[in-house]
């Protein structure tokens, strides 16, 4: 579940840069926010797993070195704090997105704009989970 909140972004940016013609500007409007609503939805649950129940996750995806007493590796935690900046961060974008809905309603690049806004919003994830 925890991952999920990470690569839902990147899931849907890349269904809406490599379908958007398919899909329509409005389709990909409508999956990329409905993404950001879904990982705001999972915050919320990761938000009360981990800092109310007080149990920090930590998922390791990769070691990059370990040797006897050094281990190098690449992962995610969700602590207390994580989970509090994803649950405003999900918030702040999901209220953006339903705003930038609106304000380019007549502008024919909609599906390029929410492509960009939802690959930010991936490496801000990335970033502030890691």
Known sequence: MYLLIVLTPLISSLIV????RYLTPNGSMLLTTSCIFF???MSCVAFYEVALSQSPVYIKVFSWLNCEM???SW???FDSLTVIMLVIVNCVSCVVHTYSMDYMEADPHKARFFFVL???YFF???I???
């Open 128 to 130: 502030s989970n890691s």
């Open 75 to 77: 992962g995610f935690l």
């Open 118 to 120: 939802i690959f930010i």
């Open 70 to 72: 050094l281990d190098f």
């Open 124 to 126: 801000y994830a990335c």
């Open 39 to 41: 990982n705001f939805l």
């Open 17 to 20: 840069i490599s379908s958007g």
